[in-house]
Structure formats: C-alpha cells, structure tokens
T-cell receptor, first 108, second 114 residues
C-alpha cells in the first residue's frame, strides 16, 4: 500500500512564528487531505488538496502530485493552532492512509 | 461541528462489560467508518460500511462488533475487551463514488478498559 511520511514529527513554535509541515507519499494519489486534531481528539478537515494550492486564512497548502509531496503552511501561529496535523492520501479505489502526524506546540 | 456526532465522548468499562459506541452523521453520506487511534500510533481503519454493507474489516478481533442499521447510523458493540483496547475511537463518514470523497470525523469516543 501507499506509504505516507510526515515531517517533522514534533515542532515547537513561539506565537506569531510561521511554519511548514511536509507530507511525502510513495505512489500516485487522487485524494489528499490535511487534518488538525485538537487536544480533545477531534479531527477537523483543513484541506482537500490532491493537487495545486489552496488558502484558508492563515493556513495554506500546496500539493505537487508529480513529485509526491504536499506542504501545509501556517503563518502567524496562535496557541489554538496546537495539536496534531495529519496528512492522509488514497489512490483510486483504496482507503485513506494516514501519516503519523506532526505534533505542533505553539507557546504564548 | 462536522456533521458527525459520536456518543458517549468518554467511556470506562470493565473487561466483562458490554457497551456500545454510537455514531450519527447528518451529511447525507453513503459510507461510514470506524477508526482506532492508540497513543503514539497512526489512525487504524477498523471497519467500513458503504451503502450499508460492510465492505472492509481489517483483522479486527471479534470482541468488536459493528452494526450499521441505516446510512446515517453506525454502532460499535464492545464486549470482553482488554486493557490494550483502551484508545480513542473515531467515527467518520464520506460520500463514495463522488469526486473528492472528503472524509469527515466525529469528535471521538475515549475508551478506557479497566
């Protein structure tokens, strides 16, 4: 099956800093999603982005499908951005495969 | 609010108990999922129901028994669990056979087996 690697595994920032999270995947995909898991466990959809670039407020994501990676950018980070960020991918007819996540801590 | 509701949010049960987790989706989706998330492990897909038929069962022990009475509701029946089954159980739904197939998760049910 498809392998998904996320980096870095852990990231600590000061409030206001910018960051880039990376997701590498081992095969062609037609579905890629980024999620944020808050400290209470809920997974919130951030982006559905199998290719191209999208922006939503302080967050943006870019997927370069031909090179099999996606990047999630967080600008002007806030303490509420803390949590785990997951990338998940799938190819046609297959189930989503999740990466192991990036644990982000934003300190005040 | 993602449109997927799970109850209970927290459950503590003994190894001889029988309990159930409930999930309801209000998104009109045709597929529902149970995932397990243990500490420091990636999400593990347990079961998939598509059009109310179970289409995937990823080697889950029989002490976990799913039920999907209709496209909006999904249960996970639990009996004679082990302490290592303590985890966050996440329900999700999506619309299969459509472009995108974005998956939406509930808030999760934290299960502790004592």
């Amino acid at each position: 099956g498809i392998q998904v690697e996320q980096s870095p595994p852990d990231l600590i920032l000061q409030e206001g800093a910018n960051s880039t999270l990376r997701c590498n995947f081992s095969d062609s995909v037609n579905n890629l999603q980024w999620f944020h898991q808050n400290p209470w466990g809920q997974l919130i959809n951030l982006f559905y982005i199998p290719s191209g670039t999208k922006q939503n407020g302080r967050l943006s994501a870019t997927t370069v499908a031909t090179e099999r990676y996606s990047l999630l950018y967080i600008s002007s980070s806030q303490t509420t951005d803390s949590g785990v960020y997951f990338c998940a991918v799938s190819a046609s007819g297959s189930r989503l495969t999740f990466g192991e996540g990036t644990q982000l801590t934003v300190n005040p | 609010e993602t449109g997927v509701t799970q109850t209970p949010r927290h459950l503590v049960m003994g190894m001889t108990n029988k309990k159930s987790l409930k999930c309801e989706q209000h998104l009109g989706h045709n597929a529902m999922y149970w995932y397990k998330q243990s500490a420091k492990k990636p999400l593990e897909l347990m079961f998939v129901y598509s059009l109310e038929e179970r289409v995937e069962n990823n080697s889950v022990p029989s002490r976990f028994s799913p039920e999907c009475p209709n496209s909006s509701h999904l249960f996970l029946h639990l009996h004679t669990l082990q302490p290592e089954d303590s985890a966050l159980y996440l329900c999700a739904s999506s619309q299969v056979y459509s472009s995108g197939n974005t998956i939406y998760f509930g808030e999760g049910s934290w299960l502790t087996v004592v």
